[in-house]
T-cell receptor, first 111, second 115 residues
């Protein structure tokens, strides 16, 4: 079992819709969770982080964390073509040095 | 505020050669982490440097080594290059090495091609 799993996609949504990106992790002791956006040919850009169970909202983005189910998700409301990118879920398993990344989900927002 | 910078942008090397990649951390950040990202994959943790000491290492062989300098900039050295080392090498800086405030911010990356 991979430590951090994401559906590779592509996930295609129409402009203005809600995009839902999901991630599961294997280490039950993990404490902090991150979502990065990566445009083709560019480096990852941090868009959200969440440490506590529940929802965290920032503009059009909402991160949701359920530690009991070992599940973290990212919702993008009012999706725009500019949101088309690969979204990487990352987990810090032990408050130490490393982030463990999933392979990313490719999102395509169609005008 | 200055972001994370990396050099060079692109690099082509021959199998067996050695390479040094450089990273300057974001202003105020004392911790640098290095990642390798193969095409179509998520980044994989190589190691982290905190206050000039290695502070955690991923599953990479000893031919991957690094340094951090007093100004918190860092180098990644790879010896005896192999074809599978071809990847995007990412440097990320953060304010501290541990704890919940652990947001890591990436530089633009160095694209290494080994032929």
């Amino acid at each position: 079992q991979k430590e951090v799993e994401q559906n590779s996609g592509p996930l295609s949504v129409p402009e203005g819709a809600i995009a839902s990106l999901n991630c599961t992790y294997s280490d039950r002791g993990s404490q902090s969770f991150f979502w990065y956006r990566q445009y083709s040919g560019k480096s990852p850009e941090l868009i959200m982080f969440i440490y506590s169970n529940g929802d965290k909202e920032d503009g059009r983005f909402t991160a949701q964390l359920n530690k009991a189910s070992q599940y973290v998700s990212l919702l993008i409301r009012d999706s725009q073509p500019s949101d088309s990118a690969t979204y990487l879920c990352a987990v810090n398993p032990d408050q130490g040095g490393k982030l463990i990344f999933g392979q990313g989900t490719e999102l395509s927002v169609k005008p | 505020e200055t972001g994370v910078t990396q050099s060079p942008t692109h690099l082509i090397k021959t199998r067996g050669q050695q390479v040094t990649l450089r990273c300057s951390s974001q202003s105020g950040h004392n911790t640098v982490s290095w990642y390798q990202q193969a095409l179509g994959q998520g980044p994989q943790f190589i190691f982290q440097y905190y206050r000039e000491e290695e502070n955690g290492r991923g599953n990479f062989p000893p031919r991957f080594s690094g340094l951090q300098f007093p100004n918190y900039s860092s180098e990644l050295n790879v010896n005896a290059l192999e074809l599978d080392d071809s990847a995007l090498y990412l440097c990320a800086s953060s304010l501290e090495a541990q704890g919940y405030s652990y947001e890591q911010y990436f530089g633009p990356g160095t694209r290494l091609t080994v032929t």
